[in-house]
């Protein structure tokens, strides 16, 4: 019997991430105040994070040892599996040895409670009892809650109004975790007051979630902020999973892969993924390795977007961060990927793709649907929608392999699964799932609203 | 850091089931053809199952081997992991050592795939190309329409229709996987036909169910009829279920354990974990297991029913069967534990109860619940409503550890996820869940639709 699963020991979890800061060929532009327009300080973050997250996100040091406290509850699920997909292989008739990483073991069914758990960790060393967040589509909130509940923290998830209202069992999820939900925009905040001025009937968008939970946390001296994904402390807590994939490529007899594939939202499962491998090229032990982020036609923020200063939130309370974006008024189609739908992307992969290092490429949601269904009917997995993008373009790269009869190893990240997802393959096989276009014009008018802000050349 | 999963290989995984049969202390009465009331012999089941499954069902060789097409389908999740869960542990005070084998990692998320993978390459084998069942809550259907995709077959699944109209996500994961859904009661059956007469607006129930799928699979050459428990060849398709967790106790330092618990619908959950380990008891290794069945309040199969025999489905068209009943006219009261809710329990798991060599405990939901919050928040799982019931029985062991001082190795099987379950959740934060009562009464009224058929004496 051919191996198709390759796992690793508990004993094998990472006992240190990996901190691409350290290894960059070029220097990374600060990120600015939002008043003074100055580069952000560590006194300026101490009201939303704690020390020790801080200190990550502008560590040079290559190794950033993973507490015990917080392996011994990644082990939970971690090592996740790493899977040689012979029977897509086979339907496809590539040459390409794929494999892939699946983050869908995890007990929120994604890669988010990696980062979830140490920020819990470290806000409850500093002696915070109270975490304030955004979710959008539901993951992040569901990995923030099962964390903070985890560790004895209070979690108060602002979620868009409009997904708490379509999807009832993502806050039952988040409550059963003991987290607590508020839809957003709500009258809890002078954000949300001040939206619901304008329109007590606004849908909400996670820039506005962002704008209420960045607030909440400021106000209260109990209370700590948590992103799920865009800031380098949170792409550092994600690459266990690509040191594991290194590992468990090894133990399968394959030297380092020569495609490396990953989905791209704000950036924190590509290269949580993608950045263990690239120290190889930037070690030059394997200078084409070709890395490539998988984003929606709809967002593209890589493919498409400026590489400038920008917020991170719709009323810019957030710091300026050097990123490629779309403008932090962008409000993308209602596409199924929620968890790809931000304007910005991480800085850290700005800065790589930026530098040359990797490629991106943008995919309408039809094809994606299309290559998760194959994939379901070939691997046995029912991917997240936003996963699927991630499935097409490792596919994509298989075909091209199949036309070249070179004999690539394509390693690529499934970040989660599908189950609170079937609404959106309901709507596939009913035919209801649409393109979605992305103008140049729409770009023009999204980045109006940047004049006047920092530029990286000044 | 100390252990929390024990994982096994790949290479681990077992090479042959468990045939509890070979080992009852005392013979199993036989099922009898619904006709003529005589002993059920292979040719009458030939129209409905692969002659390998017939061979299964009477077989009294111990162990079976598993085909490597079916180990290589069921090693995309198998060994799956087992759990010491310490978090648990601690919140109760308990000195047991708590373990619980976790097959929610299966692509569907439940220990159903274990014997849809078997059952679907038993009939690929014969040449079959299409397999008819039914489906309640979803699982199953799932399950088998995953099954079949990985083999190339057809899966026509008959879905109660209050299901079909409450969760259209679940016609959408068993379209994924490429099965086909009808509601039931449907016109495409004489059986359906006849109830749709009666009542156009029938729910329809698991009984319609079976009864269509059933005339299915006997009105067509080229097709086969699968069912997800009760019988004995799928129990024994679940056994890698409790022989896994036997090399994982042991790797884990342990010696067999104390108490086993499972939760019981139809039985094959339960025996998949609960079998491996009882041979233990019937070699007289370990006297003195207890084993444990818990089941819903509502559904008191175990508990309440009576040993007799009964048909499985609500027409009358399966074979009489030697076992617990509630009558198979019993509609359950509609709660979220769907996989639950049958009226009849596996003949093997009745004899065995029977036979006094294990005990059944009943609960009602909103206890199980709470158990399941309480797992959520320290293990990290959320679970299935079905697999709160185990998660309530091995929590009261534990505590009758607490009390009396016992160091003992409590193991359970927690067999499935709940994030297609949520909305039983929410109704329990919104505080919608009743208690249900089962009386006497409903009983004596069932029984009364059993007058006249074969009983165990004659």
Redesign the interface.
């Known amino acids: 019997?051919?191996?198709?699963?390759?796992?690793l020991?508990?004993?094998e979890l990472p006992k240190a991430w990996y901190n691409v800061q350290a290894d960059l060929p070029e220097p990374m532009p600060p990120p600015l105040h939002p008043g003074t327009r100055e580069p952000v300080g560590p006194e300026d973050l101490a009201p939303l994070f704690p020390m020790a997250l801080i200190q990550q996100e502008v560590s040079q040091e290559r190794w950033i040892e993973i507490p015990?406290e917080v392996?011994?509850?990644l082990?939970?699920?971690r090592p996740s599996p790493l899977?040689r997909a012979r029977?897509l292989e086979k339907a496809l008739g590539t040459p390409a040895r794929i494999y892939y990483k699946w983050e869908g073991?995890s007990?929120?069914?994604s890669h988010k409670p990696n980062t979830a758990v140490a920020q819990a960790y470290y806000n409850q060393q500093e002696g915070i009892s109270r975490i304030a967040t955004e979710t959008g589509a539901g993951q992040w909130g569901t990995a923030l809650s099962?964390a903070c509940?985890?560790f004895g923290l209070e979690c108060q998830v602002y979620m868009v109004r409009i997904s708490f209202d379509q999807k009832?069992?993502?806050?039952?999820?988040m409550?059963?975790?003991?987290g607590k939900v508020q839809p957003s925009p709500s009258e809890a905040t002078e954000a949300g007051r001040q939206i619901l001025a304008a329109d007590p009937d606004s849908p909400g968008s996670l820039g506005i979630a962002i704008s209420e939970a960045v607030e909440d946390a400021a106000s209260r001296e109990d209370t700590h902020y948590a992103l799920g994904s865009v800031l380098n402390h949170v792409l550092l807590h994600q690459t266990v999973i690509g040191l594991e994939a290194e590992a468990q490529l090894q133990k399968a007899g394959e030297a380092l892969p020569d495609v490396v594939v990953g989905c791209f939202g704000g950036g924190s499962n590509f290269a949580g993924f993608a950045f263990p491998f690239m120290r190889h090229r930037f070690d030059h032990d394997k200078d084409d390795l070709r890395v490539i982020a998988c984003e929606p036609a709809s967002c593209p923020t890589l493919t498409k977007g400026e590489y400038r200063y920008d917020f991170g939130d719709t009323a810019g309370m957030t710091p300026l961060m050097p990123m490629h974006t779309l403008g932090h008024n962008f409000v993308p189609a209602p596409v199924h990927s929620g968890g790809l739908r931000y304007h910005g992307a991480a800085p850290l992969v700005s800065h790589v793709l930026q530098g040359g290092h990797m490629q991106a490429r943008a995919y309408q949601q039809l094809e994606c649907f299309e290559a998760?269904?194959q994939f379901?009917?070939?691997?046995?997995?029912?991917a997240a929608p936003e996963a699927t993008h991630v499935i097409k373009g490792a596919i994509d790269e298989a075909l091209r392999c199949k036309e070249t009869g070179d004999e690539e190893v394509i390693a690529f990240n499934l970040c989660g699964?599908g189950?609170?997802d079937?609404?959106a393959?309901?709507a596939y096989?009913a035919g209801d799932l649409e393109g979605h276009e992305f103008t140049g014009k729409m770009l023009d008018e999204n980045m109006k609203a940047l004049e006047g802000l920092p530029t990286m050349a000044g």
Chains 1, 2 share one sequence.
């Open positions: 019997m051919d191996a198709t699963k390759i796992t020991d508990e004993s015990d392996r011994s509850v082990a939970l699920w899977y029977r073991v007990p929120t069914g099962f509940g985890l009832p069992y993502r806050k039952a999820i409550e059963l975790y003991g998760g269904v379901a009917r070939t691997e046995g997995i029912a699964h189950h609170f079937m609404a393959y309901a096989f």
